[in-house]
């Protein structure tokens, strides 16, 4: 299928769509009960929403960059504030499951189930309803599109198919999903994640140098402007929003910045000017 050139809005060259994964301490530990035995995966995890998170928020402010926020409802649940910041502050937070359940392990009974609780939980909690979806676990079924469509959501940020936003279809629809496809590239675990019992990554004794990863996230940008395409990132606060690392957020997005024609979005927004532009073509 010939995917439609880029074009983004105000004759920008590329498109940024800053997106962190808020996961807290949810995932695989907490799903098999684990985390409850092992303080440390809980206080790991939890550093993101409780101290992480309003130091990149303020670096976001002081760069004027909104954002996309994809938060495991059990996060919002437990860190209401924090979250509740997130949208007082102009970003967009969008569904990520319960507990970071893998969606490709769960029948389509479980996903409506885990969808219908976020649902809830983000209007009780934050006032809002979500348009967009990241699944925890980077796969789902071929009718979990459908799925997503039919509990509201609009976009995914999920796949890896493209550089470029593209659509999904769904069968018997006429509406697609559209897809923002994050990139591994642009995932702070693979440079700067490392915890004990397990090894995390696998086989890492060390992570890798701050200079080396601000360079390779700077080079994945300059060839996401060099071509005109969408850029979006899986980046974790727990992991980015340390001290020491929260330079590299900074010095990342100055180097973007120092583009003057870079559209920054929110996933939704993205998905929005996509659909404007695409739907019917």
């Known amino acids: 299928m010939q995917i439609p050139s880029p074009n983004w809005p105000g004759s920008a060259r590329a498109c940024v769509a800053m997106a962190f994964d808020l996961d807290g301490p949810t995932g695989g530990a907490m799903l098999d009960g684990s985390l409850w035995h092992k303080p440390e995966y809980f206080t790991f995890g939890g550093y993101g929403p409780y101290r992480a998170l309003a130091r990149l928020l303020d670096v976001l402010d002081a760069q004027a960059i909104p954002a996309t926020f994809f938060i495991p409802a059990w996060v919002v649940e437990n860190w209401p504030r924090q979250c509740q910041a997130i949208v007082e502050r102009g970003h967009e937070v969008a569904y990520h499951g319960y507990r970071h359940e893998s969606f490709y392990a769960l029948d389509l009974d479980a996903q409506r189930e885990v969808m219908a609780i976020s649902a809830g939980v983000f209007k009780r909690y934050l006032g809002i309803t979500a348009t ?76 890798a140098s701050y200079r080396q990863t601000l360079d390779n996230w700077c080079r994945e940008f300059d060839g996401t402007y060099r071509e005109g395409l969408c850029m979006t990132t899986l980046l974790h606060p727990k992991i980015c929003g340390k001290p020491g690392r929260i330079g590299l957020i900074e010095q990342f997005l100055q180097h973007m910045r120092s583009h003057g024609d870079v559209w920054f979005a929110t996933c939704n927004d993205v998905a929005l000017h996509w659909r404007s532009l695409h739907e019917h073509a």
């Open 132 to 207: 967009g979806f990241r699944t925890p676990s980077g796969d789902w079924h071929a009718q979990t599109p459908a799925l997503l469509m039919d509990c509201g959501v609009t976009y995914s940020s999920s796949m890896r198919g493209d550089d470029r936003p593209y659509f999904i279809d769904i069968p018997g629809q006429s509406r697609r999903l559209v897809e923002i496809p994050g990139r591994w590239e642009l995932d702070d675990y693979a440079s700067l994640a490392y915890t004990r019992s397990p090894d995390y990554p696998v086989g890492l004794d060390r992570i």
